[in-house]
């Protein structure tokens, strides 16, 4: 009996020495994590914490979040009070991420809404309700843009397709498609899209060959946003060719270009 009791009290000792040591090696890797995660945040903004950005701000909209963002996309660190995040679309299928700090970027992503849950949302929306609309105080012309001081706040009666803009973060700093008069209420489809490529542009036409990269300048022939179709005709040659918007200044002609 004496004996059988001693290798029971060794193996008891083994257990909880090796369960010791699994815990330790486990509390050290979670500290080093910690540690890299909080020295490489310091120097770039990772696609995790620009799809997290959108994500959290989207959700105080009171809007649906579905974007999609590459996690080993990677752009200068941002200070948060110089981070701008815009709908561009008008109805947050398409959000823009702006930095204006030192090292500035922008960044456009598509929010895809689950068109199921949208129609749902318009099926139970009340109909001819009264809700307050944006509306210009003076009459403006069109091109110009519209500043804080130029918006006013009026109420609408509305019906269940509503196009009036009810936020003036969507208005400020835009074009306008058309002359404005005095209390006329806005539409989305008076304000000019803040297009990543605007028509008429200057780019730059890639087209990678093999192991050749090739660079040509183009003018665009159509608006487009990030990574959307666009017509580019190459100035030297008059040639018209299908891209795609890469940047302000960039279109690649296919998508497995970097």
């Not at 120097?43 to 914490?49: A, C, D, Q, W």
């Amino acid at each position: 009996m004496r004996k059988i009791s001693i290798i029971l009290h060794h193996e008891v000792v083994i257990f909880i020495s090796m369960e010791t040591k699994d815990f330790l090696k486990k509390v050290m890797l979670c500290i080093a994590f910690l540690l890299c995660s909080k020295s490489g945040s310091t120097s770039t903004v990772n696609g995790i914490e620009l799809k997290e950005l959108i994500e959290v701000w989207l959700q105080d909209k009171g809007k649906q979040a579905n974007v999609t963002i590459l996690e080993q996309l990677q752009y200068p660190h941002c200070d948060k009070s110089k981070l701008l995040i815009n709908d561009i679309s008008g109805n947050f299928k398409l959000i823009k991420v702006n930095c204006i700090d030192e090292n500035p970027w922008q960044f456009i992503v598509r929010n895809k809404i689950n068109k199921k849950i949208v129609k749902k949302e318009k099926n139970n929306r009340n109909t001819n309700k009264i809700i307050e609309v944006i509306a210009l105080k003076n009459a403006k012309n069109k091109g110009e843009i519209v500043f804080e001081d130029d918006i006013i706040i009026t109420k609408k009666k509305i019906g269940s397709k509503n196009s009036y803009i009810t936020h003036k973060e969507h208005v400020i700093g835009k074009k306008l498609t058309r002359s404005i008069r005095p209390n006329q209420v806005l539409k989305y489809s008076n304000l000019k899209n803040d297009w990543l490529i605007e028509k008429n542009a200057l780019v730059t036409i890639v087209n990678n060959k093999s192991f050749i990269t090739i660079k040509e300048e183009g003018l665009a022939m159509d608006d487009a946003n990030y990574m959307e179709k666009i017509r580019v005709k190459n100035i030297k040659s008059g040639k018209i060719m299908v891209g795609y918007a890469k940047n302000k200044k960039k279109v690649i002609l296919n998508t497995k270009q970097n």
